[in-house]
């Protein structure tokens, strides 16, 4: 959770060398909070851009998130009001965090799943605040920055194939991943890629839901 720190301090930091004050920083965390998309909309703002631009572009970069949703559906669907800052929050690293959650419908796993979200954002939020506020303070060389997204996957990735015994699910998504780059290409392969792992993930159910009882 507190590797959001670091993730919001980057963004922090990007948003000030690019002539934005912390307030933006603060406020795109706070409303926008869609982690990899704020470094996009940063390019965004500095070279313009059309509203059928930005939503093809979001919805490309994003899209990830339809498929994290989808698999939480019982779960939000029984939290209540909650469940609209369930779906508002979930990010890469809270949702691989929900998912390591073994007792997700007790009412301790359902405030423990809401905290996690919870306390992700603030840390977010946290960081960015303190990378534009050091970055307008000092003199920083802010080149490959942004590379602290590709390190949250990698981290991610990493702890996962930890955690699963049999790596099914794992194999499975870079399976995808390589025939999706190879066909549509490094651009267009992330849609592709993840329509495939949900039609794969169906159809090795049982042997991913083996993988999930090992990680718990």
């Known amino acids: 959770m507190v590797g959001y720190v670091f993730l919001g301090f980057a963004f922090g930091l990007l948003c000030q060398n690019q002539g934005y004050s912390w307030i933006w920083a603060v406020l795109m965390s706070a409303i926008v909070y ?5 470094f996009v909309l940063l390019t965004f703002f500095h070279t313009g851009f059309s ?4 939503c093809m572009v ?4 994003n899209a ?5 949703g989808i698999s939480f559906l019982k779960e939000f669907q029984n939290m209540g009001k909650k469940k609209w800052y369930m ?26 799943m809401f905290f996690i979200s919870f306390f992700d954002q603030c840390y977010w ?31 991610i990735f990493v702890e996962q194939w930890i955690a699963s015994t049999h790596h099914v699910s794992i194999l499975i998504a870079v399976f995808c991943i390589v025939v999706s780059a190879l066909i549509f290409g ?10 495939l792992l949900v039609l794969l993930l169906a159809i090795f159910e049982k042997h991913v839901d083996q993988d999930k009882e090992d990680a718990s």
């Open 125 to 155: 939020i946290i960081g960015s605040l303190i990378g534009a506020v050091l970055g307008s303070a000092l003199s920083f060389d802010s080149t490959g920055i942004d590379f602290a997204m590709t390190a949250l996957f990698t981290v």
């Open 34 to 38: 869609a982690g990899s998309m704020q």
């Open 186 to 195: 490094l651009k267009n392969f992330l849609l592709p890629a993840l329509i």
């Open 87 to 112: 779906i508002f929050s979930l990010t890469d690293e809270t949702y691989s965090l929900l998912c390591a959650i073994p007792d997700k419908d007790t009412p301790h796993g359902k405030q423990l």
């Open 58 to 61: 979001t919805l490309s970069v």
């Open 51 to 54: 509203l059928i631009e930005a």
């Open 64 to 68: 990830r998130q339809i498929f994290y």
